[in-house]
Nanobody, 126 residues
Framework: QLQLKESGGGLVQPGGSLRLSCEGSGDTLDSYNVAWFRQAPGKEREAVSCITRRDGATKYADSVQGRFIISKDNTRGTVDLRIETLKPEDTGVYYC???????????????????WGQGTQVTVSS
């Protein structure tokens, strides 16, 4: 059964950048559609990006378009999220999630994802 673990979060100044990684174990992550979500205190969990298992098609939330880049690194078995030009409103816990369905489609909606990591904290502050 797939297990996911996020890493790469931390404290970053506005305008800075970082790279988050989602590592899969127990199963090959390339068999899953994978999404990144984030949740700020007092706010709903929101999808920021996703990538399909085979074609590698990507989606981005409007709020992160042009600043976030999702990618797969099959040699490491990870799905990474490059974040640039960080804003204070990007602060939150970032989660990766896996969808085991056979369809080569990713959805920007949490209920579609069955497997979740523990999250990694991203704090954007000067």
């Amino acid at each position: 059964q797939l297990q996911l673990k996020e890493s790469g979060g931390g404290l970053v100044q506005p305008g800075g950048s970082l790279r988050l990684s989602c590592e899969g174990s127990g199963d090959t992550l390339d068999s899953y559609n994978v999404a990144w979500f984030r949740q700020a205190p007092g706010k709903e969990r929101e999808a920021v990006s996703c990538i399909t298992r085979r074609d590698g098609a990507t989606k981005y939330a409007d709020s992160v378009q042009g600043r976030f880049i999702i990618s797969k690194d099959n040699t490491r078995g990870t799905v990474d999220l490059r974040i640039e030009t960080l804003k204070p409103e990007d602060t939150g816990v970032y989660y990766c999630a896996g969808d085991p369905t056979f369809l080569d489609i990713c959805y920007m909606v949490a209920p579609y994802y069955n497997f979740w990591g523990q999250g990694t904290q991203v704090t954007v502050s000067s």
